[in-house]
């Protein structure tokens, strides 16, 4: 999880990597990618629902932000809002390709007993996801990150807040609103149902 001491880390190590030096790129990539690997983990979801595996994704992002830092600018937002930004896009074209170019699997059997569960707990949890990322779809782009952040990967309101370039309180009015929205669209639903 970024916090602020990552953060402020980030921001000391930005002019020199900026001015080119190698060694604070390295430090900077050193701490993004296993905070974009974790974004990308819980924004992709299951490894075979895509072409891409979030380890592909997250070198991705990193490799966007070594071209982006020497034009970096200060825009009023830290430089992490800056890379989720870039994560964001590039998790957002890794959804795109695969819808476009979608995948074909070929059953396989196992040559020993797989301690995981077996295909109806896996077909189960696959109709629970494509139905929260359908029920998600009522939501802003910007209520999604929230919500992914806060829920899913567990960030705090100032961590969230700073990642996305907020404060705290802007963050929890926005996952209240998206809550809400999530409450009121499962209502209409069960209506619609019964």
Not at 66 to 80: H, N, W
Not at 97 to 115: D, N
Not at 136 to 157: I, N, Q, T, Y
Request: charged content about 25%; some cysteine; aromatic content about 4%.
């Amino acid at each position: 999880m970024a916090d602020v001491a990552t953060t402020r880390k980030l921001e000391a190590l930005l002019p020199r990597a900026v001015a080119g030096e190698d060694r604070a790129i390295g430090e900077i990539i050193a701490t993004v990618h296993p905070l974009m690997r974790r974004y990308c983990a819980n924004r992709l979801g299951a490894p075979g629902d895509l072409q891409v595996t979030p380890d592909d994704v997250a070198q991705e992002i990193c490799i966007a932000t070594i071209r982006a830092i020497p034009r970096y600018e200060d825009q009023g937002k830290s430089f992490l809002a800056f890379v989720y930004g870039i994560a964001a896009n590039k998790v957002a074209d890794a959804r795109r390709r695969s819808q476009s170019h979608p995948l074909h699997c070929v059953e396989e059997l196992p040559e020993q007993i797989c301690p995981a569960h077996g295909p109806e707990e896996l077909a189960l949890a696959g109709e629970q996801r494509v139905y929260i990322r359908k029920l998600m779809e009522v939501l802003s782009p910007k209520h999604k990150e929230v919500l992914v952040m806060r829920v899913v990967m567990g960030w705090s309101a100032a961590q969230t807040a700073d990642a996305l370039g907020t404060s705290a309180g802007v963050v929890r009015v926005m996952q209240h609103r998206a809550l809400n929205r999530l409450r009121a669209e499962l209502r209409q639903s069960a209506l619609a149902v019964a």
